[in-house]
């Protein structure tokens, strides 16, 4: 069995502040495709962010993470049932899911077996949706700095996997019903220390750290006030969303 890549248990607590949130407009695409709403897979759950997304539209989701630092630190619903399980080999009962999200960790999975997973657990003509997101955009004297950072100063320590979330999972052969891709935006309103926040949040700089000793948002934060001017201004923040989706035909 593939080992489980934990990058962000040390830091789930950061990570449920600091991360952004995906738009409505995300969730109510999800489920006018979905051709039932009894029950959602969010799968890699993280802080449930997306379950939360999830719950407001379909009857009941169930939201795993290999990680059981993550799922103490999600937010509670009456709807999710968060439960410590690798994508894998989730124990959720077969042909019982409509529809299931992997929102941002495709990428971190044994991605055969998890297709495997996905169609064992899927109802016929239940969907699979995998999403993805890149460096934020702010303005463009901000995005030259988070870029080099992203590039230079935290580039050695991203695993390869990322590789597959900048080209937005497009090299992954996809073996279901496939939909055309689709494309949304996340936004948030933050200052700069959220933005820094933020950066903390990256498993590169978790690493970074681990490796060096010291934490290079600091220097990236200085860098940034001297364009930011005012740390407490908060600014528009955007991610470009990008999904993937298919749908399970059985005959």
């Keep these: 069995m593939t080992k489980f890549k934990d990058h962000f248990s040390g830091h789930a607590v950061e990570y449920a502040k600091f991360r952004p949130h995906y738009p409505d407009e995300l969730f109510e695409y999800l489920a006018l495709i979905s051709p039932r709403h009894e029950l959602a897979w969010d799968c890699a759950t993280g802080n449930g962010q997306a379950a939360v997304g999830l719950a407001r539209h379909f009857d009941s989701v169930i939201a795993t993470d290999a990680s059981a630092q993550q799922i103490a630190s999600a937010e509670l619903n009456d709807r999710i049932s968060y439960r410590v399980a690798p994508a894998e080999a989730s124990g959720i009962d077969s042909a019982s899911v409509d529809l299931i999200l992997v929102a941002q960790a495709l990428h971190w999975f044994d991605i055969d077996r998890f297709f495997t997973e996905a169609k064992r657990v899927l109802k016929e003509n239940g969907a699979l949706a995998i999403s993805s997101y890149n460096v934020l955009e702010i303005a463009p004297e901000i995005d030259a700095?988070?870029?080099?950072?992203?590039?230079?100063?935290?580039?050695?320590?991203?695993?390869?996997?990322?590789?597959?979330?900048?080209?937005?999972?497009?090299?992954?052969?996809?073996?279901?019903?496939?939909?055309?891709?689709?494309?949304?935006?996340?936004?948030?309103?933050?200052?700069?220390?959220?933005?820094?926040?933020?950066?903390?949040?990256?498993?590169?700089?978790?690493?970074?750290?681990?490796?060096?000793?010291?934490?290079?948002?600091?220097?990236?934060?200085?860098?940034?006030?001297?364009?930011?001017?005012?740390?407490?201004?908060?600014?528009e923040i955007k991610w470009p969303l990008h999904l993937r989706v298919g749908v399970l035909k059985r005959r």
């Design 145 to 235: 700095i988070i870029w080099e950072f992203y590039r230079e100063t935290t580039g050695p320590f991203w695993p390869p996997e990322r590789e597959l979330v900048e080209t937005d999972y497009k090299s992954i052969r996809f073996p279901f019903a496939e939909l055309s891709p689709t494309r949304f935006e996340m936004r948030e309103r933050w200052n700069l220390h959220q933005l820094a926040g933020y950066l903390r949040t990256w498993s590169a700089t978790q690493k970074f750290i681990g490796a060096r000793g010291f934490d290079p948002v600091d220097s990236v934060a200085e860098e940034l006030w001297t364009v930011w001017k005012n740390p407490e201004e908060v600014r």
